[in-house]
């Protein structure tokens, strides 16, 4: 059995997988904000040293540049471990494929490894794509997905289903204090601009005022979260005694089509939108349930599209 949680510690302390990366450094600001210590790990396979620069002279941070499917060692000991470290967006994942299956796989076990280890409580970033492309819309937890093993997405989606089931079983075989957060479409500062996702591509597209590229005819959905909510929810999750996976993001859904039109407009670009093919296997309806997020941690998104959008666009104006 692993050790219990020492929940009495003063000053508690959090490894973060993936610090470097875009939810990675939010979730990190916001531990050292709550007065935790942080010890972050990255690879920067695709993090960036720009999203933690801020942090150096932190005397609560401290950065270990590791690839987290190595075992990982560490002398201090942890209450919280947070497993993040993975390539997330669909362009990163169809150019890393192996990557991305070990880091779900291999990176998983190690970093479970560490919370047993150190008898910490262990959390997931699972992901909607566990859902695949989904038969049943919205998306409750209770859902078991429709997901195309030898796709393009294939090595992302059964990676976290199957970190999903490791977390389980660590959970079941061996008392490790377990949470699995499915995380919904999610944006805001820190998005690397040529990551392919949607919302960096859309906003760098209309603010260069060149064409924005729809895939199909647009008519596909996501429903997007802002990164603060998402950490406080993610954070919520973490501190109850919530052991099943639970949906967090933005019930909020739109059309790609209208997600460029919105784009446009809020950026007061001069760009059209030209229709491009639509990737393999791409979800065609996305939404979470979150009812379970609402009863289990209190928790609801706060920030309107409008709101975040405005944010996120004021920094990529600083990267275009
Ligand atoms: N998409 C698009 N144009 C782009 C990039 C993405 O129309 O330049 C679409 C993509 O086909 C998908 C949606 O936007 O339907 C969200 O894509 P993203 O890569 O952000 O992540 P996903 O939700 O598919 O994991």
Known sequence: MAKKINASAKIPTSVVTGAAGFLGSHLT?????????????????????????????????????????????????????????????????????????????????????????????????????????????????????????????GCYDEAKRFAEALTMAYHREHGVATRIVRIFNTYGPRMRLNDGRVVPAFITQALKNQPVTVFGKGQQTRSFCYVSDLIEGIYRLMM??????????NPTELTMLEFAREIIRATGSRSKVVFKPLP????????????????????????????????????FRTKV
């Not at 970033?125 to 566990?130: D, L, V």
Request: net charge neutral.
């Open 29 to 153: 600001d916001m531990l050292l904000a709550r007065g935790h210590k942080v010890i972050g790990m990255d690879n920067f396979v695709t993090g960036a040293v720009a999203n933690i620069a801020h942090l150096g002279g932190n005397k609560n941070f401290r950065f270990v540049e590791q690839d987290v499917t190595e075992f990982i060692f560490l002398d201090a000991p942890v209450n919280y471990v947070w497993h993040f470290a993975s390539p997330a967006s669909p362009v990163d994942y169809l150019e890393l494929p192996i990557q991305t299956l070990k880091v779900g796989s291999l990176g998983t076990h190690k970093a479970l490894g560490l919370a047993k280890e150190k008898g910490a409580r262990f959390l997931l970033a699972s992901t909607s794509e566990i859902y695949g492309d989904p038969l049943v819309h919205p998306q409750p937890e209770e859902y078991w997905g429709n997901v195309n093993t030898i796709g393009p997405r």
């Open 240 to 249: 109850s005694d919530c052991r099943q996976p639970v949906n967090i993001g």
């Open 280 to 315: 393999q296997d791409d979800p065609k309806q996305r939404r979470p349930v979150i009812a379970r997020a609402k009863k289990e941690l209190g928790w609801a998104p706060r920030v309107p599209l409008a709101e975040g959008l405005k944010s996120t666009i004021a920094y």
